[in-house]
């Protein structure tokens, strides 16, 4: 964790248990739920996502992280999709592997890449195009 910006805890790094289940992750996140009609519901279910990986760059700092991820949480719970919440600063860096960090290209936050088999099939960067639930369809649906 780094130094804290208008009371709000800058995380930097992987989060783990300890940032999720604090009180505060939990507040944090408690944002909208996204509403998903059952046409798009059905879609996500039946996309495989059994080889998808997400990494989810975020700037707990961020407002647009705040308004994107507490959704992403909520699809990603729902569908059980594998993700991984990365922290970064005001600077887009994160503490570990820097040379990784520099690597992801991370300009904007959140950035949610998304991988089949490791290799990276799509991301969306700050704001969805549609929904984050359509977007995310759309790139799952990627051969």
Known sequence: MEAQHDSIPVFTGRF????????WFRNWISGDVPVLDDALKNRLMALDTTQIRINVFLGTWCSDSKVHVPQFLHLANMFKWNYELIGVNREKECPFEKKECKNWDIAYVPTFVVYRNDIEIGRIVENPQRS???????????P
């Open 132 to 142: 984050l639930a359509e977007d995310l369809a759309e790139i799952f649906s990627k």
């Open 16 to 23: 783990n248990a300890l940032i999720t289940d604090s009180e």
